[in-house]
T-cell receptor, first 112, second 115 residues
Framework: DAKTTQPNSMESNEEEPVHLPCNHSTISGTDYIHWYRQLPSQGPEYVIHGLTSNVNNRMASLAIAEDRKSSTLILHRATLRDAAVYYCILRSPNTGFQKLVFGTGTRLLVSP | GAGVSQSPSNKVTEKGKDVELRCDPISGHTALYWYRQSLGQGLEFLIYFQGNSAPDKSGLPSDRFSAERTGGSVSTLTIQRTQQEDSAVYLC?????????????FGPGTRLTVT
């Protein structure tokens, strides 16, 4: 299975941008890059996903390196509600397109 | 609209007893997944349903664990002869599984404590 590497934790101040990195040097050509986050005492929630091009939605932006070996989740203005564990996940048809394989993620702390 | 719901939210049981955990997916979602989250193991996949069939059961940790789905909707995860290591939060997720719409929507989980 292609694996991802993320920092254990990051800190940010409220209303500042946050860049959450993810390394996936063994990514294959068919792997999609997905991001989920888990707020305290809740189930994970989908944030964004992409294949090659950068993606934007109402929650965040996803910047994918040209060689696809890394990506960055961008929260444009962090709020206290964004404090969560963020998971970068590769979804590959070779492992069953459906299941999510979670790593340890990055715990984001947001200070007022 | 209504999200994924799970019941009970908390369950305390004695070692050796059987437990049933219920998941109500989002209406119309064809795919349903079970995961569990424990302190020692993080979030791990258990089983996946497409309709009422389970093409991927690879994550079930032992034959004490089973799951079924009926009517392409509600799913029940059953753990027989519970052990202390079964203590975890059991999460259910559903997905539409149409092109471009593979994101999974998670329920709040059932916290299982085996004493």
């Amino acid at each position: 299975d292609a694996k991802t590497t993320q920092p254990n934790s990051m800190e940010s101040n409220e209303e500042e941008p946050v860049h959450l990195p993810c390394n996936h040097s063994t990514i294959s050509g068919t792997d999609y890059i997905h991001w989920y986050r888990q707020l305290p005492s809740q189930g994970p929630e989908y944030v964004i996903h992409g294949l090659t091009s950068n993606v934007n939605n109402r929650m965040a932006s996803l910047a994918i390196a040209e060689d696809r070996k890394s990506s960055t989740l961008i929260l444009h203005r962090a709020t206290l509600r964004d404090a969560a564990v963020y998971y970068c996940i590769l979804r590959s048809p070779n492992t069953g397109f459906q299941k999510l394989v979670f790593g340890t993620g990055t715990r984001l702390l947001v200070s007022p | 609209g209504a999200g994924v719901s799970q019941s009970p939210s908390n369950k305390v049981t004695e070692k050796g007893k059987d437990v049933e955990l219920r998941c109500d997916p989002i209406s119309g979602h064809t795919a349903l997944y079970w995961y569990r989250q424990s302190l020692g193991q993080g979030l791990e996949f258990l089983i996946y349903f497409q309709g009422n069939s389970a093409p991927d059961k690879s994550g079930l940790p032992s034959d004490r664990f089973s799951a079924e789905r009926t009517g392409g909707s509600v799913s029940t995860l059953t753990i027989q002869r519970t052990q202390q290591e079964d203590s975890a939060v059991y999460l259910c997720a559903s997905s539409l599984e149409l092109a471009g719409q593979y994101e999974q929507y998670f329920g709040p989980g059932t916290r299982l404590t085996v004493t």
